[in-house]
């Protein structure tokens, strides 16, 4: 139970911590509906698994390199995303033209090319994750049920009240994604720019 509410409280504070990740829930809310950007709050279940058996494959710290090229790759993903999110908000399509979007897939690019959870998973997930394996295999196990229950249960409430966001009316709706637009431009920018003073 304890490591049970330990991974609760870790997952709790991912989702309702800032990040490229959140406001591309945001943007894919507001742009598609609560219904349609649902599965993306699962992402982090398809983007985490390979992540989570490199550290502990490795059984360190990730190397510097690494994350400077994640931060590098993650960094274009993120701009990129967040011109996609800008031009929708400046030209928004009519519903009936919107194509199914294609959010799952770029969620989790996002998600796997964040060097945050890579240094998440290295410096305090990981390290938990092989202690209590050691102890107990279950033990691991519900570590890792409550930090993910906690993590997209935030994110599935983030895109139920963004979602909501539809009903206020297309002026509104246009404002909100351009705020996240914003958001992910700021957080590419942020990531190129740690990875070229860490270059030095």
Not at 25 to 30: M, P, T
Not at 114 to 121: E, K, T
Not at 165 to 176: C, D, H, I, V
Request: aromatic content about 8%.
């Amino acid at each position: 139970m304890r490591l049970f509410l330990e991974g609760a409280l870790l997952g709790l504070y991912g989702s309702l911590s800032p990040g490229p990740l959140q406001a591309y829930l945001l943007a894919q809310s507001v742009r598609n509906g609560a219904v349609r950007a649902l599965p993306i709050a699962l992402v982090p279940l398809a983007s985490d698994p390979p992540v989570i058996a490199a550290v502990l494959a490795a059984l360190a710290q990730v190397p510097a390199g690494l994350l400077r090229a994640l931060q590098l790759v993650g960094g274009a993903v993120v701009l990129w995303l967040a011109a996609s999110t800008l031009r929708g908000a400046l030209r928004p399509a009519p519903v009936a033209a919107r194509e199914p979007p294609r959010g799952f897939l770029r969620g989790a690019l996002l998600n796997f090319t964040n060097p945050n959870a890579w240094i998440f998973w290295s410096a305090v997930g990981g390290p938990t994750l092989a202690a209590a394996w050691r102890v107990r295999p279950a033990e691991a196990l519900a570590f890792l049920g409550g930090f993910y229950a906690l993590l997209t249960a935030g994110n599935a409430g983030l895109v139920a009240v963004a979602g909501s966001a539809a009903r206020l009316g297309p002026r509104f709706q246009r404002a909100l994604a351009g705020v996240s637009g914003i958001a992910l431009l700021g957080f590419g920018a942020w990531q190129l720019g740690k990875a070229a003073l860490g270059a030095r």
